[in-house]
């Protein structure tokens, strides 16, 4: 195996919750660094998510596009969204987005790759599922509202996407760490070779 990521704790002297959110809050810790001195470090807790690379038999990728607000921009995204509650499956999360954003349910699951987001100022993790095996979902579509009332979808090929990615032109993490991973499994060891769509996730564990 090559190099990983190790878990660390440094002690923490004291904590404290200046704001709380709908979803997210914020938690400054009193940190005690490695020479003894002790550092306030301020970071945004949310509760984690899941995205969905949805891939269809013509190889294109399943992509939604919504307002933004904090970056001022419409952005071309994967399905994605937040775990409703502590220890939910992730997979579960991820067949309700793809169920509710696109009206799309998949026959093959499998993870495709895990990241922290912004490490340095937030402990969102993301688990990015490869769905295979496309269709309809049965039944209404699912009522959105506010940003997601005016998200538009598309399908776009995969090597556009990742032309896309290194011109610049596409922002969305999800997205981009998407097209360029599966890029990557399929030059090397093939898709057959990624983890199990329920393998364990030390980031935010769950019960199968």
Wanted: charged share 25%.
């Amino acid at each position: 195996m090559g190099i990983q990521d190790t878990p660390e704790e440094w002690q923490v002297t004291a904590t404290t919750t200046p704001f709380t959110g709908n979803k997210t809050s914020v938690r400054t810790d009193q940190v005690v660094m490695p020479d003894g001195s002790v550092h306030g470090r301020d970071y945004q807790v949310h509760p984690g998510s899941v995205a969905v690379l949805a891939i269809d038999e013509d190889d294109q990728v399943l992509v939604v596009r919504q307002y933004r607000h904090p970056v001022r921009m419409r952005l071309w995204e994967i399905p994605a969204g937040l775990l409703d509650v502590p220890g939910e499956n992730p997979l579960h999360a991820a067949q309700r987005e793809l169920y509710e954003e696109a009206h799309v349910k998949a026959e093959e699951w499998r993870v495709l790759t895990d990241v922290y987001t912004t490490p340095g100022g937030c402990d969102e993790a993301v688990r990015i599922f490869l769905a295979r095996g496309l269709s309809e979902a049965e039944g209404e579509r699912f009522a959105v509202s506010e940003e997601e009332a005016d998200m538009e979808q598309a399908r776009i090929p995969l090597p556009e996407l990742v032309r896309s990615v290194i011109a610049g032109d596409l922002h969305n993490n999800c997205l981009v760490v998407g097209v360029l991973a599966l890029t990557a499994v399929r030059a090397g060891d093939g898709v057959d070779s990624l983890r199990p769509a329920e393998a364990p996730w030390p980031a935010r564990p769950f019960e199968v």
